[in-house]
T-cell receptor, first 117, second 113 residues
Framework: KAGVTQTPRYLIKTRGQQVTLSCSPI?????VSWYQQTPGQGLQFLFE???????NKGNFPGRFSGRQFSNSRSEMNVSTLELGDSALYLC????????????????FGPGTRLTVT | AQSVTQLDSQVPVFEEAPVELRCNYS??????LFWYVQYPNQGLQLLLK??????LVKGINGFEAEFNKSQTSFHLRKPSVHISDTAEYFC???????????FGAGTRLTVKP
């Protein structure tokens, strides 16, 4: 099976712009989570989508949003970019059946490195 | 809410020596515990996980970890490290039914020849 793919791998944007990152989960995985990784704050959970619905949300401002499509692919959008948004954005997918209570391991993509200038 | 503390930010060790990377967690409910490894410019790769059952968990690349509920710890060990084990290691915790995974700050393992 192909792993989690993220596009683009690298991105340079200017303050005030917006950006959209894409994530394709492993085939059959229905849960997609997004994380922000920075040297100062480490790995922080942004949000999780399952069956096109946001199921969990971390402590990030409303400028960070996402969505999931019927094929489980997910996009993350950051509006009005700030310098502090420069980070590695990681997407992770996991297999989980609807109604299960298990927490399955998450498989991570290589990340999108966003630089805001 | 659950949280994770990795007690060492950097661990230097010589090749073929044993290593232990320490992880403590806090949670008011039962937890799932994970160790991930991150090589430069890559995503995270799962080393091992504890969901239930035996407290000694074996993972890939010769790593193992022991879940200690009374000490709320999940330390990662390897009896003999290789140069290729040089990487950042992350301990993570989640609660059953919740994919909001909380990560520790990471431990940079440097294996020297």
């Amino acid at each position: 099976k192909a792993g989690v793919t993220q596009t683009p791998r690298y991105l340079i944007k200017t303050r005030g712009q917006q950006v959209t990152l894409s994530c394709s989960p492993i085939s059959g995985h229905r849960s997609v989570s997004w994380y922000q990784q920075t040297p100062g704050q480490g790995l922080q959970f942004l949000f999780e989508y399952f069956s096109e619905t946001q199921r969990n949300k971390g402590n990030f401002p409303g400028r960070f949003s996402g969505r999931q499509f019927s094929n489980s692919r997910s996009e993350m959008n950051v509006s009005t970019l700030e310098l502090g948004d420069s980070a590695l954005y990681l997407c992770a997918s996991s297999w989980e059946t609807s109604g299960s209570t298990g927490s399955y391991e998450q498989y991570f993509g290589p990340g999108t490195r966003l630089t805001v200038t | 809410a659950q949280s994770v503390t990795q007690l060492d930010s950097q661990v230097p060790v010589f090749e073929e020596a044993p290593v232990e990377l320490r992880c403590n967690y806090s949670s008011s409910v039962s937890v799932y515990l994970f160790w991930y490894v991150q090589y430069p410019n890559q995503g995270l790769q799962l080393l091992l996980k504890y969901l239930s059952g035996s407290t000694l968990v074996k993972g890939i690349n010769g790593f193992e970890a022991e879940f200690n509920k009374s000490q709320t710890s999940f330390h990662l060990r390897k009896p003999s490290v290789h140069i290729s084990d040089t990487a950042e290691y992350f301990c993570a915790v989640s609660e059953p039914g919740n994919n909001d995974m909380r990560f520790g700050a990471g431990t940079r393992l440097t294996v020297k020849p």
